[in-house]
């Protein structure tokens, strides 16, 4: 079982950054691979960045592809978005997520098991 909490959303200008931090409990967190989703009002949920168990494989959405940057720190147990440039269309929720295929980079949400609540990103114009 691994529990997502997810922190660092707010309210900030088109064009600024922010840095959302998602911690996880469990001491199997460094087999996971980690993903981050987003939800915007009246939208499905859509996939944003990916990593793999070691932080060796990465993968963008190209809507945040050169402005947003996804790592981890497997000894903090703890996966980041660092996002900027960022545009009102990044307004949404953001949700972290942890898949067992650890070894691989997957945009599909079907294949993680366990999400975090998520936090509320919101970019003014």
């Known amino acids: 079982q691994v529990q997502l909490v997810e922190s660092g959303g707010g309210l900030v200008q088109a064009g600024g950054s922010l840095r959302l931090s998602c911690a996880a409990s469990?001491?199997?967190?460094?087999?996971?691979?980690m993903g981050w989703f987003r939800q915007a009002p009246g939208k499905e949920r859509e996939f944003v960045a990916a990593?793999?168990?070691?932080?060796?494989?990465?993968a963008y959405a190209d809507s945040v592809k050169g402005r947003f940057t996804i790592s981890r720190d497997n000894a903090k147990n703890t996966v980041y978005l660092q996002m900027n440039s960022l545009k009102p269309e990044d307004t949404a929720v953001y949700h972290c997520?942890?898949?067992?295929?650890?070894?691989?980079?997957?945009?599909?949400?079907?294949?993680?098991?366990?999400w975090g609540q998520g936090t509320q990103v919101t970019v003014s114009s």
């Open positions: 469990g001491r199997t967190f460094s087999s996971y691979g």
């Open positions: 990593i793999t168990w070691k932080g060796g494989s990465t």
């Open positions: 997520a942890a898949s067992r295929l650890g070894a691989v980079v997957t945009t599909n949400m079907g294949r993680y098991d366990y």
